[in-house]
């Protein structure tokens, strides 16, 4: 190709979930205020339309963060894409400020996401994952160096290449199995949840199994207690009960935006420290009400001598066994130290997910990424990879930095601010190449934190 021909972006955002929506709407904003230079950026997405966690979107599921942290409000609260704007324009604001609650239903939150996506879709690519990152090559003397984007068309198959100063990786969490367990059309992880279960007759399942002690077991097996009035219900639990996720407010601290600072310039000891002590405001833990709505359930079958909800406790899952239709689980109890397996039609892995990985995309421009003494990526404060002098360009990361920003970085809690400080630093580092330019913050206009 004639490299005066191609277009380069100034950022090419890699996913269109929550995280790269608001780096979008962090981008406009900044147009806004600098209408003579904006930012020029193409974002691909590798789902046929915007989707955030579908095959979780039960009916009963609630956000687990304040409506307040949607995609821009902490950053600039007078935003056009806050949740309480989507709100007046679906009419709905006044009865929503009746229901005196924080936590919108996931389903309502999504429909907040599509109506903010819509502003956007002549950005936006679907279809289209990327499946490579590399240096360019043919960039004329004197000309910014640039990093070249392939992309392939899920619908043609065919693959077209793209060219950007920056990239913004934001490909998301990673579902994960236990060792040797494979998926199928019974065996499903809870990111497949609602998918494979439209794809099965539930007078078919009589006995289903859900394994887990998170959000995303609880939520099901709730799920699965209603749908199957006729089946049984086994949810399988490594801890002895299912744990609180901690949401009070000293705890719910750790998700402010200026614990991103503390966390990145804080010592070994003192990012040990948030894990130690607050690793129980995310993971493996359960919002009260549904604790407390399972537990009486199981209970009120007692009462009725007709129990159908199990919980096995401090169990897990070993392996899995198919036998025709059915399928055997392999459990190992920390109770009864003898081996047990338990018969089901159906079983879902609520085990929870990896962090993003970019090293797949990043291919041979890993080796100019440099890493820590664990082995991990570095991450500078604007989550740009460090790398070495020889790579000008940026490769942003929005996911994939607990290590180095702590706990929000795979969460909604600090997405505004976050796309806030990413825009902040593609519009800093361009200005630098073209002296002259103006610059206009955005990671810290308005911030609340
Ligand atoms: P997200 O995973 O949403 O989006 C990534 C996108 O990248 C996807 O659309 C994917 O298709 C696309 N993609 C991947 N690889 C690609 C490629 N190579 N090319 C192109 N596209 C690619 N957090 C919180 O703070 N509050 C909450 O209430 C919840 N609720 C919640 C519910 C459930 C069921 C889960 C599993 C998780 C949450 N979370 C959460 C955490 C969750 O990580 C967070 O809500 C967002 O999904 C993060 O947004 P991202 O855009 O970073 O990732
Ligand atoms: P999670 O919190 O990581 O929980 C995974 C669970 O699986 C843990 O209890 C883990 O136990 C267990 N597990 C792993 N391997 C096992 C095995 N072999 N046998 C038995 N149990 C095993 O994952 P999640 O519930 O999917 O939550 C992930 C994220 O999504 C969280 O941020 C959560 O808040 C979010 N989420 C939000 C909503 C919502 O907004 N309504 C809904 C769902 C999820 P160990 O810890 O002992 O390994």
């Not at 089946?231 to 601290?253: H, I, K, M």
């Not at 600072?261 to 009260?288: C, I, K, L, M, P």
């Not at 909800?309 to 459990?331: A, M, S, W």
């Amino acid at each position: 190709m004639d490299p005066s021909a191609r277009e380069t972006y100034d950022v090419v955002g890699i996913g269109f979930g929550p995280s790269n929506l608001s780096l979008a709407i962090a981008l406009e904003e900044h147009e806004a205020n600098v209408p003579a230079r904006p930012i020029s950026a193409a974002f691909f997405e590798r789902q046929p339309s915007f989707g955030w966690h579908r095959n979780m979107l039960l009916p009963a599921a609630t956000m687990q963060i304040s409506f307040l942290k949607d995609l821009a409000t902490f950053r600039n609260p007078v935003s056009r894409y806050s949740f309480i704007a989507y709100l007046h324009a679906a009419d709905r604001l006044v009865q929503f400020v009746n229901n005196q609650t924080f936590f919108p239903t996931r389903q309502e939150f999504h429909q907040y996401l599509e109506w903010a996506e819509s502003s956007f879709s002549d950005r936006v690519s679907y279809n289209s994952e990327v499946t490579a990152i590399r240096r360019a090559t043919g960039t004329g003397p004197g000309e910014p160096e640039c990093l070249q984007i392939e992309v392939r068309d899920g619908i043609g198959g065919g693959c077209r290449l793209v060219h950007a100063r920056n990239v913004a990786i934001s490909t998301g969490l990673v579902p994960r199995m236990p060792a040797g367990v494979e998926r199928d059309d019974r065996v499903w992880h809870s990111s497949e949840f609602l998918e494979k279960y439209g794809q099965v007759d539930p007078n078919a399942l009589k006995s289903v199994a859900v394994v887990g002690a998170g959000q995303s077991a609880a939520e099901i097996t709730r799920f699965l207690h209603d749908a199957l009035p006729h089946a049984r219900v086994f949810a399988v639990v490594p801890s002895y009960g299912y744990s609180v996720a901690d949401d009070t407010p000293f705890a719910n601290r750790v998700f402010d935006p200026s614990a991103v600072d503390d966390y990145y310039f804080g010592t070994e000891q003192t990012r040990e420290a948030f894990w130690r002590y607050h690793r129980n405001t995310n993971y493996s833990v359960v919002d009260d009400e549904i604790i407390r709505d399972l537990h009486q359930r199981a209970y009120d079958e007692d009462v009725r001598n007709d129990r159908r909800l199990h919980f096995l406790n401090l169990t897990r899952v070993d392996d899995v066994q198919r036998i025709g239709t059915e399928i055997r689980v392999g459990l190992r109890s920390l109770i009864d130290v003898e081996a047990q397996t338990l018969d089901v039609d159906a079983l879902v892995f609520a085990t929870g997910y990896g962090a993003m990985q970019p090293t797949g995309l990043l291919g041979d421009l890993d080796r100019y990424c440099l890493r820590d003494a664990a082995g991990r990526h570095r991450a500078e404060r604007d989550y740009r990879l460090v790398t070495t002098p020889e790579l000008s360009c940026g490769i942003y990361l929005q996911g994939g930095t607990e290590h180095t920003h702590g706990l929000t970085s795979s969460l909604l809690s600090n997405v505004a601010v976050r796309s806030g400080e990413i825009a902040d630093s593609i519009v800093r580092r361009r200005a630098e190449e073209h002296e002259h330019e103006p610059v206009a913050s955005l990671g810290t206009a308005g911030r609340t934190g």
